[in-house]
């Protein structure tokens, strides 16, 4: 199984640039999230899914766009890239929900310039 | 709302010396709690997690946490540590029924030879 897959590793973009971040799960998994990683604040949800077709914010959606049209893939977009926006992302996925643990993907890391 | 402190930024244990990272939470309901491992440069993985039960939990990598209802606490403990455990560490909660998990900012383990 490859599990959860990221997709590009590494990005650099200009500010006011976008760029999808691809997230696919080969798991069956109904909940999928997307949390950025900065140094010294832990990891922050950016947008989850219960399910296709169901998106929600998390606790940093600003800035960023998401869509579920099917169960395997979860991309997450910046629509105008700015340098707070610099960070490693995280996808996750669960069976049952978060409650019973994700699996995470190895990241991208973004940087803006 | 939820939260998730780790009053441990860095922690240096020697080769086969015992480990404690503490977590602490502010929760009002029953918790579902998480430890997370992140090696350099990799996603996370899950290591042990607490619904119910018996208070002491296992894990993998021969780690244990023990939820301590009165403390508000779940420390993560491991008899001896290897150099392999070298890494940074995440506690994190979600209550039940909730998609949000919550993570603390993380402790990082440095092992020395």
């Known amino acids: 199984n490859a599990g959860v897959t990221q997709t590009p590793k590494f990005q650099v973009l200009k500010t006011g640039q976008s760029m999808t971040l691809q997230c696919a799960q080969d798991?069956?998994?109904?909940?999928m999230s997307w949390y950025r990683q900065d140094p010294g604040m832990g990891l922050r949800l950016i947008h989850y899914?219960?399910?296709?077709?169901?998106?929600d914010q998390g606790e940093v959606p600003n800035g960023y766009n998401v869509s579920r049209s099917t169960t395997e893939d979860f991309p997450l977009r910046l629509l105008s890239a700015a340098p707070s926006q610099t960070s490693v992302y995280f996808c996750?996925?669960?069976?049952?929900?978060?409650?019973?643990?994700?699996?995470f993907g190895s990241g991208t890391r973004l940087t803006v310039v | 709302a939820q939260s998730v402190t780790q009053p441990d930024i860095h922690i240096t244990v020697s080769e086969g010396a015992s480990l404690e990272l503490r977590c602490n939470y502010s929760?009002?309901?029953?918790?579902?709690l998480f430890w997370y491992v992140q090696s350099p440069g990799q996603g996370l993985q899950l290591l042990l997690k607490y619904f119910s039960g018996d208070t002491l939990v296992q894990g993998i990598k021969g780690f244990e946490a023990e939820f301590k209802r009165s403390q508000s606490s779940f420390n993560l403990r491991k008899p001896s540590v290897h150099w392999s455990d070298a890494a940074e560490y995440f506690c994190a909660v979600t209550q039940g029924g909730s998609e949000k998990l919550v993570f603390g900012k993380g402790t990082k383990l440095t092992v020395n030879p």
């Open positions: 899914s219960v399910g296709a077709g169901i998106t």
């Open positions: 929760y009002g309901a029953t918790p579902y």
């Open positions: 798991m069956n998994h109904e909940y």
């Open positions: 996750a996925s669960s069976y049952q929900g978060p409650n019973y643990g994700y699996t």
